[in-house]
């Protein structure tokens, strides 16, 4: 049982190139997330799918897409990439019974645009 | 707009003593409370949550004391330990299934 596996772990892009970040679980969880962290704003939600087929906007969705391809797995593409996009992404998933607002985080993709 | 304000940004505390940090909340449709702990390079993981319905919930040396008339709750550390060193985030959710709102986090470094 891996958890949330989140792919790659470290990226460098130039300015404009475009790159999709890869995050599954194996929890069986309905609901998965994409944060972004930044030094002293702490994470902000970016997109979130609460269930297969759905996905909703964050708090800071813009210059990114999502596509939730099943239960399993979350993507995250930035189609050109910003200087402004520098961060650490976090994916996470939640399940839908049991304890449903408990969020299990994946180790992060640490990207960096110059 | 901040829905959550945490404070310390940073804490020092000696091995043995009592770490506290503090979250306030704006969003009274909040219903669930929980504290993140993240080491360096790795993703946040939870470590205590509390919902509303009870003032204080225990889980060995951490506890979360909350106070609904006030909007806020906050995080205490008791015996503190070196290995204790991370940064804290306190979140809100108001539903299941959408998004934690983050405080901005506490750097809690306790020195032996």
């Known amino acids: 049982n891996a958890g949330v596996t989140q792919t790659p772990k470290f990226q460098v892009l130039k300015t404009g190139q475009s790159m999709t970040l890869q995050c599954a679980q194996d929890m069986n969880h309905n609901s998965m997330y994409w944060y972004r962290q930044d030094p002293g704003m702490g994470l902000r939600l970016i997109y979130y799918s609460a269930s297969e087929g759905t996905t909703d906007k964050g708090e800071v969705p813009n210059g990114y897409n999502v596509s939730r391809l099943n239960k399993r797995e979350f993507s995250l593409r930035l189609e050109s990439a910003a200087p402004s996009q520098t961060s650490v992404y976090f994916c996470a998933s939640s399940p839908t019974s049991g304890s449903p607002y408990e969020q299990y985080f994946g180790p992060g993709t640490r990207l960096t645009v110059t | ?112």
């Open chain 2, 1 to 112: 707009q901040q829905q959550v304000k945490q404070s310390p940004q940073s804490l020092i505390v000696q091995k043995g003593g009592i770490s506290i940090i503090n979250c306030a909340y704006e969003n009274t449709a909040f219903d669930y409370f929980p504290w993140y702990q993240q080491f360096p390079g790795k993703g946040p993981a939870l470590l205590i949550a509390i919902r509303p319905d009870v003032s204080e919930k225990k889980e060995g040396r951490f506890t979360i004391s909350f106070n609904k008339s006030a909007k806020q709750f906050s995080l205490h550390i008791m015996d503190s330990q070196p290995g204790d060193s991370a940064t804290y985030f306190c979140a809100a959710s108001s539903q299941a299934g959408t998004a934690l709102i983050f405080g901005k986090g506490t750097t809690l470094s306790v020195s032996s």
